[in-house]
């Protein structure tokens, strides 16, 4: 139905940040504060979706009619979305996942060094979530965001092709007011249409305003009307 474009189908998002620990009390993680994602979240399901949200750790509330599965690091929320990756219909990774983790987290609290004034880090990459859902062959339409400071245009066309990824929201975290942890976010929207690549400007507004417009996009991908 018009109203509900999204019913009958499964919708996997995920949201937040990721933790990477460094000993059993410190850890790596950004500033994302799953403002977006929720928002991803509560469009789809008023749009009729079966929501299902893979979350970092945030302070929001889980949006209802929505399923919420908790993670921490990056590993939990790649298993997560495989588990989940074959079942749904569009996939959207707007998490700020981090790219890599301590090689070897310690056991024990780190003591801080006598004598010693540096400190070194060994890191080690981090699997890529939504590089891994749009390899399987069973994949979903696969959204994927794309955080840059600047060129965003290249650095989003580049993230559509080596990710493989059907539609990209790329948005430019260096803009005061828009971004993390703001109420409001501005994207630039790319996606595949057959050999071209389609493309609007969404200018600055509340997430949940810009949270639609892109679901919506990505249905009339998944679902063109007839006729087309
Ligand atoms: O949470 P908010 O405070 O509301 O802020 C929203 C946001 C700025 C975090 C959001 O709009 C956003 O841009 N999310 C993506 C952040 C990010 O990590 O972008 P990226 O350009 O580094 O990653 C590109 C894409 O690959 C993303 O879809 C990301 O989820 C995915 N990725 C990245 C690394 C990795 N190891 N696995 C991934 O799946």
Known sequence: PADRPAEGLHVVITAGPTREPLDPVRYLSNHSSGKMGYALATAAAALGARV???SGPVALPTPAGVERLDVESAREMHDAAQRLA???DLFIGCAAVA???AEAPAEHKLKKQEGE???TLRLVKNPDIIAAVAARPDRPFVVGFAAETRDLAAY???KLARKGLD???ANDVSRVGLGFGADDNAALLLWREGDTTGQ???PPQPKAELAEAVIRRALECLTPPAGD
């Open 99 to 101: 790219d890599y983790r």
């Open 167 to 169: 539609m990209v929201v």
């Open 200 to 202: 609007a400007d969404l």
């Open 52 to 54: 299902t949200l893979i």
């Open 86 to 88: 074959g079942d749904c």
């Open 117 to 119: 004034d540096t400190l």
């Open 156 to 158: 989003a066309h580049d």
